[in-house]
């Protein structure tokens, strides 16, 4: 079994920062890759940022800038470094590992979600 746990939500002010973490832990044999999604009140969830196992990173046009993904591979955990945060970052974050399990089964994974809030 693979186990995902989220941390790091909160309540910001604009103009402040945030740091989410994601770690995946259990039956893992290789991360593919990894990435942070978005879903704000009556909207669909959005990529916010992918890091590949070779390091490519992609993130969505509007965060370039404010957002960086990164990644601890010995602790099979990714960040998500936001700074400069708007009203409209404000949504619950979502982790997510594209991996092979122990028995060789490639899976996606998510995390349980975080709230984020930002305040005005």
């Known amino acids: 079994q693979v186990q995902v746990v989220e941390s790091g939500g909160g309540l910001v002010q604009a103009g402040g920062s945030l740091r989410l973490s994601c770690a995946a832990s259990?039956?893992?044999?290789?991360?593919?890759?990894m990435g942070w999604y978005r879903q704000a009140p009556g909207k669909q969830r959005e990529l916010v940022a992918v890091?590949?196992?070779?390091?490519?990173?992609n993130y969505a046009d509007s965060l370039k800038g404010r957002f960086t993904i990164s990644r601890d591979n010995a602790r099979n955990t990714v960040y998500l470094q936001m700074n400069s945060v708007k009203p409209e970052d404000t949504a619950v974050y979502y982790c997510?590992?594209?991996?092979?399990?122990?028995?060789?089964?490639?899976?996606?994974?998510w995390g349980q979600g975080t709230q984020v809030t930002v305040s005005s």
């Open positions: 890091l590949t196992s070779g390091g490519s990173t």
């Open positions: 259990g039956s893992i044999h290789r991360i593919n890759h």
């Open positions: 997510n590992f594209n991996l092979v399990t122990t028995t060789r089964a490639t899976v996606a994974f």
